[in-house]
């Protein structure tokens, strides 16, 4: 079975400061591992996964993650936040065999400062 | 782009009531799913379906709940008697073969008066 933990419930950041929430994560398996961003009254939406390759990965709106096995994390960062970021970001882990359910973290709501 | 819808937005229903969530996954999707999310807590597996049949179910999925696809575009969560803990945003979500990544539709808030 896997868990997620996001460390940070709520993490508040002034506008064009930069920005990390953390994830971590316990498998007993491989795993990929997902960002989703969640909108006030919206649905989930993917900011990034890691399948494999390259450890650092690239998403929309400026984000980008680094996964880390030997510390088992894969924290999410943007160098410079906009008021536009504020929303709720989910960590998510699913096994490696695919198209197998995600398990997601509590989730940290990300609030912009002007 | 493609997307995946849900119906309705909003249901309010009465306890012990039966309802029905409606979701059309992205139409070249073979894996679909349902998630929820209870007001401040994380979002949690329901069910995954594939093949016209159900691959995996969580604890919560009991004998209450059920999903369909019908007719080949829609995938239904059927809940037979609704209790007051079932209030939750219902996510459905899809994917395609060997993409790994699940699309969400905007949720059906359900509230069980």
């Known amino acids: 079975a896997q868990s997620v933990t996001q460390l940070d419930s709520q993490v508040p950041v002034f506008e064009e400061a930069p920005v990390e929430l953390r994830c971590n994560y316990s498998?007993?398996?491989?795993?990929?591992l997902f960002w989703y961003v969640q909108y006030p009254n919206q649905g989930l939406q993917l900011l990034l996964k890691?399948?494999?390759?390259?450890?650092l990965v690239k998403g929309i709106n400026g984000f980008e993650a680094e996964f880390n096995k030997s510390q088992t994390s894969f924290h999410l960062r943007k160098p410079s936040v906009h008021i536009s970021d504020t929303a709720e970001y989910f960590c998510?882990?699913?096994?490696?065999?695919?198209?197998?359910?995600?398990?997601f973290g509590q989730g940290t709501r990300l609030t912009i400062n002007p | 782009e493609p997307e995946v819808t849900q119906t309705p937005s909003h249901q309010v229903t009465q306890m012990g009531q039966e309802v029905i969530l409606r979701c059309v996954p992205i139409?070249?999707?073979?894996?679909f799913y349902w998630y929820r999310q209870i007001l401040g807590q994380k979002v949690e597996f329901l069910v995954s379906?594939?093949?016209?049949?159900?691959?995996?179910k969580s604890e919560i999925f009991d004998d209450q709940f059920s999903v369909e696809r019908p007719d080949g575009s829609n995938f239904t969560l059927k809940i037979r008697s609704t209790k007051l803990e079932d209030s939750a945003m219902y996510f459905c979500?899809?994917?395609?073969?060997?993409?790994?990544?699940?699309?969400f539709g905007p949720g059906t808030r359900l509230t069980v008066t």
């Open positions: 890691y399948l494999s390759g390259s450890t």
């Open positions: 498998s007993s398996v491989s795993v990929y």
């Open positions: 139409s070249n999707h073979l894996y």
């Open positions: 379906f594939y093949n016209n049949e159900i691959s995996e």
């Open positions: 979500a899809s994917s395609g073969d060997f993409t790994y990544e699940q699309y």
């Open positions: 998510a882990v699913s096994e490696v065999q695919g198209a197998q359910k995600l398990v």
